[in-house]
C-alpha cells in the first residue's frame, strides 16, 4: 500500500494516556514545555527540536509543520497527554528510515514533572502498535545513548533486542564521546505481542 494512502487514527488511547499529533494551536503549551524541559533534555537529547523553540510564535510554526508532515506521512511527531489532567507528560517520534522494507525508527522524550511514572513505556507500546498495525513496518529501531539506562530499558521492556553497540560514535556537548546502543524489533516479535 502506498504510504500516502495508509488509513491512521489521529488519536491513540492507551490506560492512562492519549497520544496525538500535534496541531493548530498547541504553540504555546509547546513552548512551555520546551522552557521547562531544556535542562533536563540538554544530556541525551540535545538535538531534539523543543531544545531550539525560541518562542511562541516559532513554537505554533514548528507544531503546524509537524501537523504538515503527519499528513504527508514524512515523519510522526505525537504528542503523550495524561487522560485525566491533559498535561503533556512526553512526546513519541516514528520516522521512516525506509518505506520499501518498510522499517521505522522510534524517539521518546518524558517531560520533566512526569519521568519514572511508566508513562513513557505505555506510549512506546501504543506507538510501537501503531507502526506495526497502521503503517505496516517490518521493522522498528531505535538508537540509544549508552549511558541512558532509563531509555534502552523502555526499550526492552517493549520487547527490542539489543542488536549492537557503536563505540564513541558521537560527540557530547562538552565535547567529549560516548556510543550508542542499537535495538530493534521484527514483526515476527511483535505478533507475539497483545496490544490492547
Known amino acids: 500500500m502506498h504510504q500516502l494512502l ?7 488511547e492507551t490506560e492512562h494516556l492519549y497520544l496525538r499529533p500535534y496541531q493548530a494551536g498547541d504553540g504555546p503549551m509547546i513552548y512551555a514545555v520546551s522552557k521547562r524541559n531544556r535542562e533536563h533534555l540538554a544530556q541525551y537529547e540535545a538535538d531534539n527540536i523543543l531544545n531550539h523553540i525560541k518562542d511562541e510564535q516559532h513554537a505554533e510554526i514548528v507544531v503546524r509543520e509537524l501537523a504538515l508532515d503527519w ?27 525506509n518505506w520499501e522494507l518498510p522499517e521505522f525508527s ?5 517531560d520533566v514533572e512526569h519521568q519514572g511514572k511508566g508513562y513513557i513505556t505505555e506510549a512506546a507500546k501504543a506507538a510501537i502498535c501503531f507502526a506495526f498495525e497502521n503503517l505496516q513496518a517490518h521493522r522498528v529501531r531505535s538508537d540509544c545513548h549508552e549511558t541512558n539506562q532509563r531509555s534502552y530499558r523502555v526499550l526492552e521492556r517493549c520487547g527490542f533486542t539489543r542488536e549492537g553497540h557503536f563505540r564513541e560514535n558521537k560527540r557530547n556537548p562538552d565535547g567529549s564521546f560516548h556510543g ?4 530493534g524489533l521484527l514483526r515476527s516479535e511483535f505478533e507475539a505481542v497483545n496490544c490492547n
Open 6 to 12: 495508509l488509513a491512521i487514527p489521529n488519536r491513540i
Open 180 to 183: 550508542d546502543y542499537q535495538y
Open 71 to 97: 499528513m504527508a506521512r514524512k515523519h510522526f511527531f505525537m504528542g503523550i497527554f495524561h487522560n485525566e489532567t491533559h498535561q503533556w507528560v512526553g512526546q513519541i517520534y516514528l520516522g521512516p528510515t
Open 106 to 110: 522510534i524517539g521518546y522524550v518524558a
